[in-house]
T-cell receptor
């Protein structure tokens, strides 16, 4: 079953701790993205990557970091520098050509205690 | 950067009636305008998109219109059905999917 898988689905973190969210795709897509979804604010782009070993900051990159060592994987680390990390995080992928559908994962809900 | 405003934030429509959701964008260079539907507890999915060289696009009960001069685009759903209940997001970009800016979403409720 081709698709994009995020884990964990729910995650709790204490203040001051870093946490890494996993995103894996088997669609052979070159481009991958991380979005943050907050109530009433839509989806905001955190980071994106068009090719292995390269990634770009989105609109709200502060307090986050990513890596793209493999085409299939694009993990997101929420660091202790992120002031308001409690949110729903969505990973997506698409063909590198840019136009066409974003395929989203089911999301990861992070709660900071 | 791009700014996308979406209205209304909530919309209730009687089953069988039409629903219209409107978005405006700020960057006149934007040329790609997709619409995503997110059902409760599910992932967003693309339902229709339009590029700036086209004024209207239809897919069965769904249509999108684009007015480049006014910098606004709209989603039209006709003959609404209960399964149309969801949150709808518009988006705009001048770089394709690379830097999509999303609207804040419209929660559409179809009343049986």
């Amino acid at each position: 079953d081709g698709g994009i898988t995020q884990s964990p689905k729910y995650l709790f973190r204490k203040e001051g701790q870093n946490v890494t969210l996993s995103c894996e795709q088997n669609l052979n897509h070159d481009a991958m993205y991380w979005y943050r979804q907050d109530p009433g604010q839509g989806l905001r782009l955190i980071y994106y990557s068009q090719i292995v070993n390269d990634f770009q900051k989105g609109d709200i990159a502060e307090g986050y970091s990513v890596s793209r060592e493999k085409k299939e994987s694009f993990p997101l680390t929420v660091t202790s520098a992120q002031k308001n990390p409690t949110a729903f995080y969505l990973c997506a992928s698409s063909l590198r050509e840019g136009l066409g559908e974003l395929f989203f994962g089911e999301g990861s809900r992070l709660t900071v205690l | 950067g791009e700014n996308v405003e979406q209205h209304p934030s909530t919309l209730s429509v009687q089953e069988g009636d039409s629903a219209v959701i409107k978005c405006t964008y700020s960057d006149s260079a934007s040329n790609y305008f997709p619409w995503y539907k997110q059902e409760l507890g599910k992932r967003p999915q693309l339902i229709i998109d339009i590029r700036s060289n086209v004024g209207e696009k239809k897919d069965q009960r769904i249509a999108v219109t684009l007015n480049k001069t006014a910098k606004h685009f709209s989603l039209h759903i006709t003959e609404t059905q209960p399964e149309d209940s969801a949150v709808y997001f518009c988006a705009a970009s001048k770089y394709g999917n690379e830097k999509l800016t999303f609207g804040t979403g419209t929660r559409l409720t179809i009343i049986p």
